[in-house]
C-alpha cells in the first residue's frame, strides 16, 4: 500500500465517515486514493478555514473525531485558526495537510511552510511525517491523542513523497504506546474523600461546571450530586445544556455576560467547586477580587489547569465523569438550605428584561426567544461570535448537553456556519441551526454554496443589526460612542465622527443576504417585525434544504448583563430596562 | 519570590522536541536562564537540563504545562534552595601578558585544569558549584578573559 491507501485505511479504522477538505498540488494523491471511495463522504468546502470548522462542528455535536484534510501552504495557513478555534475548546479534531516532499523541505519550496512549526502552539500535538514506515503509527497515535485526556487538535504533515511511497507489511497498529502520555482518569481517593467532607461541611457550597463535563459525558454524575445534595451550580458557555435550562439549582451562566444570581453565587459562596472549568477570564473578572470567601475545589483531567489561574485548596485530577461518580457515593443527601434558598430566590427575582412591542422594530433577544419556543427539542445550535452569541447563550432553553455549539475560547468569527455544516453530517435527522451575526456570516458565507450543492440543511438565522455589535457595545459604553469601524453601512460620504444612526445614514445595505442566499441556491427569507419573524421562522425551520433566516433587528440593544472588563463580577451593567424596574 | 530551579525532564528524542520545549516556556511568558540537552542510558530517551529563575507558582505551573507535552516522559523539579547538587562546566581562555606567575597560582588554588599553555594566553577547564565558577571568574577577570564557554547547570536531587 502508498502512504495515501495508508491514511485512507487508518480514517476507516478509527471508524471516520465523513472528511472535510480542499484538495491542492501536493495532496492530490491523497484525493487520487478517494477518487472511487464508498465508505467515506468527501465534503469538499470553498475555504480550508470551513473545512476546519466543520470537522469541529461534526465533533462538538458527537463527541467523534472530525477529520479535515487540506494542502500545503496556503492551505495549511488557512486551516490555522480553525486548529487553534479547536484547541481553545478542547475540540477532537485531526487535521491531515500536504507538505512539500521531503528533499525541498527547508529551501522555501512552491506553498511551502513550517506546518508543525505553526501548529506548534495551537494544537495538543503534532507531526511532520518524515518516513512512511512512522506514519500508520502516527495516525494511529494521533487519534487516540485528540480523543483522550482532555480532547485536542492533532495535526499530521505529510510530505507528498511519503503519500506515494510504498509500504510493505503495513497493517494498522492495535496498540498505542506513547511512554510520555498517560491521562489521569480515576481521581485519587483520598482527595475526594476530603473534598466530599467538605462539602459536608460547608454551608455555601457551589458548583461551577464548565466544558470538560461535556467532553466527559458527566451531565447525569452532576446532577446527581447536586440534587442529592441540594448544592446549586452554574454552567460556563462551553458546558450549556448541562442540565435543563429550568432545573431548580441552576442558576444559569456566569461571567462577564452572566446572570445576576450566577455572578453573585459566585462571589458570595464559601466553597466553590470547580468542575471541568478554567476559571477564563471571561468568567472570574478582577481575579484579585474573585470569590475572596471561598475554599477553591478543582476536579479537572488536566493538571495544569488546576492552580493555574487561582490558588487551589483541594485538587482532584482525574475524568469528571468518575471523580463525580465517587463523589456522589461519598457524599451523603441533603436538604436545601438556607443559601440554596437564598440563591435560587435571587434567580427567580432576576429574570431577563427586554422591551418588544408589536410592529416595533425586532428585539434580538425576543427572535432568540421565539426560536426558542418553535426550534426542536432536540435542536442543535451553532453560534457565530458577538451579540447574538450572548443572547443565545442567555435567552435560548438550552436542552441538553452537546445542543449548543460555540467557540467560546478563542472566539472566532465565521465559525457558526461551517459548524453548522459539520453538525448536520453527523447528526442528518436533527435540525441544526446557525445563529449568526452580519458581520460574521459574511467571514465564511462562501459555504452557503456548500451546503446546496450537497443539500446540508442548515437553518442559517441571520441577526443583522447592520453592525459589529458586540465592539459597537464596547465603543457606546466605555469608548464616549466613537463608533470606529464598526458600522457596516458607512461609506466614505460618512461623517467620520458619526456617532450612532440618524436620518442621514445610507439606506443600502450590503450584502443582500436574501439575494446572496438565492445566488448560492439557498432559500432566503426576511423579518422586520414580530409577526413577520414568527412566520419566517415557522417557513423556514419547516423548509427541507438549506435556508437563509434574516432579522432586521435594532441597531443599537446592548447584551445585559454585563460586567466591564476588569471588574469584579458582582459589578454588574444590568441594563435599562432593570433600571427602569 | 523568584528562585532557581533546575527542571530535569526526560523526553523521547523525537523531531522538534527542543523547539516543543523551549517554544512552551516562551508562548507562556517565561525566560530561560540555561538549557542542556544529552543522551542517556537509555537510547531515544534524552536527558534535559533547563535552569529558570521563577516563583514557585510559576515554576509549577511551567512543569505542569512540560508534562503535557506528549513526548515528555518525566519532570522533575529540583529547587536549587532544597537538598540538591548542583554543577557547571566551563572552559576559559586568559590572557596572561599582565602577571603569568599569580595567574597560574590561581588557577592551581581553584584545583581548575590546564588544558593548554601559550606564549600570551592559557586555557583552563573546571567543574564545580555555582558559587565556586562565579568566584573563579571573578579572580581571573583582572588578567583579561578572552574566551569563555559555560556549559549551564545542570543538577541531581541529594536525598
Known amino acids: 500500500m502508498n502512504g495515501s491507501q495508508i491514511v485512507i485505511d487508518a480514517l476507516k479504522q478509527e471508524g471516520i465517515d465523513t472528511l472535510f477538505g480542499y484538495p491542492g498540488g501536493v495532496v492530490i494523491p491523497l484525493f487520487d486514493a478517494l477518487f472511487k471511495e464508498k465508505e467515506l463522504n468527501v465534503i469538499l468546502n470553498r475555504h480550508e478555514q470551513a473545512s476546519v470548522h466543520a470537522a469541529d462542528g461534526y465533533a462538538r455535536s458527537t463527541g467523534k473525531v472530525g477529520v479535515a484534510l487540506v494542502t500545503s501552504g496556503p492551505g495549511s495557513t488557512n486551516a490555522i485558526t480553525g486548529i487553534a478555534t479547536a484547541k481553545l475548546d478542547s475540540v477532537p479534531i485531526v487535521v491531515i495537510s500536504g507538505q512539500v516532499k521531503n528533499g525541498f523541505i527547508g529551501t522555501d519550496g512552491f506553498q511551502e511552510v513550517d506546518m508543525s ?44 513523497d511519503v503519500l506515494t511511497a510504498e509500504l510493505k507489511n503495513y497493517k494498522y497498529p492495535e496498540e498505542v504506546r506513547l511512554p510520555g502520555y498517560k491521562p489521569t482518569i480515576e481521581g485519587n481517593s483520598k482527595q475526594i474523600k476530603k473534598l466530599a467532607e467538605t462539602i459536608q461541611k460547608a454551608e455555601k457550597p457551589l458548583f461551577y461546571t464548565g466544558g470538560g463535563i461535556v467532553a466527559a459525558g458527566a451531565e447525569k454524575e452532576l446532577l446527581a450530586v447536586v440534587e442529592k445534595t441540594n448544592i446549586p451550580f452554574v454552567t460556563t458557555l462551553m458546558g450549556l445544556g448541562t442540565s435543563d435550562a429550568d432545573h431548580p439549582l441552576f442558576l444559569g451562566m456566569p461571567g462577564m455576560h452572566g446572570r445576576y444570581a450566577a455572578n453573585h453565587a459566585m462571589m458570595q459562596c464559601d466553597l466553590l467547586i470547580a468542575v471541568g472549568a478554567r476559571f477564563d477570564d471571561r468568567v472570574t473578572g478582577d ?7 471561598a475554599t477553591i475545589a478543582h476536579i479537572d483531567i488536566d493538571p495544569a489547569e488546576i492552580g493555574k489561574n487561582i490558588q487551589t485548596e483541594i485538587p ?32 427567580d427575582e432576576s429574570p431577563l428584561t427586554y422591551s418588544q412591542k408589536p410592529g416595533e422594530a425586532l428585539a434580538p433577544q425576543y427572535v432568540i426567544e421565539k426560536l426558542s419556543e418553535l426550534s426542536k427539542d432536540n435542536a442543535i ?4 461570535v458577538g451579540q447574538h452569541q450572548m443572547f443565545s447563550a442567555l435567552y435560548y432553553k438550552h436542552k441538553g448537553p452537546r445542543c449548543f455549539i460555540s467557540s467560546g475560547g478563542l472566539g472566532t468569527m465565521g465559525f457558526g456556519l461551517p459548524a453548522a455544516m459539520g453538525a448536520v453530517l453527523a447528526n442528518p435527522k436533527r435540525q441544526v ?11 465564511n458565507i462562501q459555504e452557503l454554496a456548500t451546503c446546496a450543492i450537497n ?127 | 519570590m523568584k528562585t532557581k530551579h533546575t527542571i530535569r525532564l526526560k523526553v523521547v528524542n523525537t523531531v522538534g522536541v527542543m523547539a516543543r520545549i523551549t517554544g512552551l516556556i516562551s508562548q507562556r511568558g517565561y525566560n530561560i536562564d540555561s538549557i542542556m540537552s544529552t543522551p542517556t542510558e537509555i537510547p ?116
Not at chain 1, 381 to 384: F, G, H, K, M, Y
Open chain 1, 117 to 160: 512549526g505553526m501548529t506548534r502552539t495551537i494544537s495538543k500535538h503534532n507531526y511532520l511525517v518524515n518516513d512512511i514506515a512512522d506514519l500508520p503509527k502516527i495516525m494511529k497515535d494521533a487519534f487516540y491523542i485528540a480523543r483522550t485526556g482532555r480532547p485536542g487538535p492533532v495535526s499530521i504533515d505529510i510530505p507528498v
Open chain 1, 433 to 443: 441551526i446557525a445563529i449568526c451575526g452580519d458581520g460574521g456570516f459574511q467571514m
Open chain 1, 287 to 293: 481575579l484579585s477580587r474573585f470569590a475572596t470567601k
Open chain 1, 381 to 384: 445550535i451553532v453560534t457565530d
Open chain 2, 44 to 159: 531515544d530517551i534524552y536527558s534535559v537540563h533547563l535552569v529558570l529563575t521563577e516563583t514557585e507558582d510559576k515554576i509549577e505551573q511551567i512543569s505542569k504545562q512540560l508534562n503535557k507535552l506528549i513526548d515528555v516522559v518525566k519532570v522533575t523539579d529540583i529547587s536549587h534552595d532544597k537538598n540538591y547538587i548542583v554543577r557547571e562546566f566551563i572552559m576559559v581562555k586568559i590572557s596572561t601578558a599582565k602577571n603569568r606567575p599569580d595567574l597560574l597560582q590561581l588557577i592551581g588554588l581553584f584545583r581548575a585544569k590546564v588544558l593548554d599553555l601559550a606564549s600570551n594566553y592559557v586555557v583552563v577547564s573546571m567543574t564545580g558549584s555555582p558559587r565556586k565558577i562565579q568566584r573563579f571568574i571573578e579572580a581571573v577577570q583582572p588578567f583579561g578573559i578572552q574566551e569563555l564557554d559555560r556549559s549551564g547547570e545542570f543538577a541531581v536531587l541529594d536525598v
Open chain 1, 455 to 581: 443539500n446540508i440543511p442548515v437553518k442559517a438565522l441571520v441577526i443583522n443589526n447592520q453592525y459589529l455589535g458586540m465592539v459597537r457595545q464596547w465603543q457606546e459604553l466605555f469608548w464616549d460612542k466613537k463608533y470606529s469601524k464598526v458600522c457596516l453601512k458607512q461609506t466614505p460620504n460618512c461623517p467620520p465622527e458619526c456617532k450612532g444612526p440618524n436620518a442621514k445614514c445610507p439606506e443600502l445595505y450590503l450584502p443582500d443576504f436574501v439575494k446572496v442566499a438565492e445566488a448560492n441556491g439557498v432559500k432566503g427569507l426576511r423579518a422586520s417585525t414580530p409577526d413577520e419573524l414568527i412566520a419566517m421562522l415557522k417557513e423556514g425551520l419547516a423548509y427541507k434544504g438549506p435556508v437563509v433566516m434574516e432579522c432586521i433587528v435594532r441597531q443599537e440593544e446592548n447584551v445585559y448583563p454585563m460586567v466591564p472588563g476588569g471588574k469584579p463580577i458582582d459589578e454588574m451593567i444590568l441594563g435599562p430596562e432593570k433600571e427602569k424596574a
Open chain 1, 316 to 347: 482532584v485530577v482525574g475524568d469528571a465523569k468518575h471523580v463525580l461518580k465517587e463523589l456522589g457515593k461519598t457524599l451523603k443527601a441533603r436538604p436545601a438550605n438556607g443559601w440554596c434558598k437564598a440563591v435560587t430566590s435571587w434567580r
